[in-house]
């Protein structure tokens, strides 16, 4: 079943200066330069080391174009892995990619599976829970 991208996004955040043509449907952080994201996998001297993922990129900006950043609705995210099902809780790997949160073991999850993912690097449907690092399986 298709979803409707419904979803809130935080305005006037723009890409960092390498942009993130690359990167729509994954996982973004804040930079340490205000106003900027970036991979949320990426871990070097121009990134926030303490914060986890703010949302998902919904569009592919070029360096300081303005970042589409959802972090509650409907949104698409590429995921890391096949075995996704349908009301799978979806955290974020290392390479800012969707992958199922273990409800055992009480990780941090960013949303829910609305659709399933039949390889790695699909695009599937997720309903994001709108607060990031805090909610919990």
């Known amino acids: 079943m298709a979803w409707n991208g419904i979803y809130s996004t935080f305005p006037t955040l723009t890409a960092n200066s390498t942009g993130l ?7 973004v952080k804040l930079a340490s330069t205000a106003g900027k994201v970036v991979a949320s996998g990426v871990l070097n001297s121009t990134t926030a080391l303490t914060l986890g993922p703010i949302g998902i990129l919904q569009n592919d900006p070029g360096g300081y174009e303005e970042a589409e950043v959802a972090f509650s609705g409907i949104v698409k995210m590429k995921v ?22 273990a409800r055992s073991d009480n990780t941090a999850f960013i949303g829910v599976a609305l659709s399933a993912s039949a390889a790695a690097n699909d695009i599937i449907t997720v309903l994001l829970n709108g607060g990031s690092n805090i909610q919990r399986c």
């Open 21 to 27: 043509a690359t990167s729509q449907f994954t996982a």
């Open 80 to 101: 890391a892995t096949s075995t996704i099902i349908i009301g799978d809780h979806i955290g974020i790997n290392s390479t800012s990619l969707g992958v199922e949160a």
